[in-house]
């Protein structure tokens, strides 16, 4: 699967196009937009050109929360618009959310209004302060503010009809297993970032995930060769080897299944085999 992101994809010329020759190489193609530049129009075009689903952010129940957190007046209507234009049209979508203190209080709200849309998924993500996310650092949820919300998606995920993602809460997966619940969580790995999941950037970098602003290998320089990079990065085989890691995931009986967002143990500790900053899980052999 290619999931095309950005920035807004919608603002690429070529959008259509790079759809197109993707699924001519039998990929699944997805895109992941604000909104912005979805309409009638559009959703026939992209619809034509291929594309499989999309998802649309929404971080607010309300144009108030949604608009303060984007800094962009209207970018709630958008956003909606797009949401059911999408809907009318019949291509699958997803609602997914940034969840830091600005907008923790409309979870339920978010929830509702993405069954309320159609949408087929609700993605929550945790916020990583990394690109824009650095200006909203101080609003990163505190680590029992954040068990609070993980349990919540974990009763949402048990009650209600739509189904539920979650990324960049690698320990979500550990909750189920706490739970004894797991089998709830079919994807129960945790971060699969570098492992299962690349990011190449417009630059051409190779990261583990968007959030994590690290090259392990250039694609221009290397010949457009994504399997020998993938392969012989020594930063991903420092991220795939879980002895190496430190602090209170290092010690972890859930590392395995959770690992940790190394994104955001980097942005706020500078070392990417660091304990996950929201977590407050304290290993068996710590207590
Ligand atoms: S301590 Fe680390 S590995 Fe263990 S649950 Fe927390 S983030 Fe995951």
Not at 4 to 18: F, K
Not at 204 to 221: E, S
């Amino acid at each position: 699967m290619i999931i095309l992101t950005g920035g807004e994809p919608m603002e690429r010329s070529d959008i259509y196009e790079l759809i197109e020759y993707g699924k001519g190489l039998g990929l699944r193609m997805v895109m992941a937009t604000c909104g912005y530049g979805i309409n009638v129009e559009s959703i026939v075009k992209l619809k034509k050109a291929g594309i499989a689903a999309l998802s649309i952010s929404l971080d607010g129940a309300t144009a108030e929360t949604h608009d303060a957190f984007r800094q962009t007046d209207g970018s709630f209507d958008v956003a909606v618009n797009a949401a059911k234009t999408v809907q009318n049209a019949h291509v699958r979508f997803q609602i997914n959310t940034t969840f830091c203190k600005l907008n923790i209080d409309e979870f339920h709200g978010i929830v509702e209004l993405a069954k309320k849309l159609g949408a087929s998924c609700f993605n929550p993500f945790i916020l990583v302060p990394t690109g824009r996310g650095k200006q909203i650092a101080d609003e990163i949820l505190d680590p029992v503010e954040y068990e609070t919300l993980l349990h919540d998606m974990l009763r949402i995920k048990l009650e209600s009809e739509i189904e539920v993602r979650i990324t960049c809460g690698p320990q979500f997966a550990r909750i189920c297993r706490q739970e004894k619940m797991e089998k709830l969580n079919k994807n129960a790995k945790g971060c699969i970032g570098g492992r299962q999941f690349g990011f190449i950037s417009y630059r051409g970098d190779v990261q583990i995930c968007g959030f994590h602003d690290v090259p392990a290998g250039n694609l221009i320089k290397n010949n457009f060769n994504f399997g020998r990079i993938w392969r012989e990065s020594e930063l991903l085989k420092k991220i795939r080897n879980l002895e190496e890691y430190k602090g209170v995931c290092g010690a972890c009986e859930y590392i395995a299944i959770c690992g940790g967002c190394r994104a955001r143990a980097y942005a706020i500790t500078g070392d990417h085999l660091a304990a996950d900053p929201v977590c407050n899980y304290q290993p068996k052999g710590q207590r």
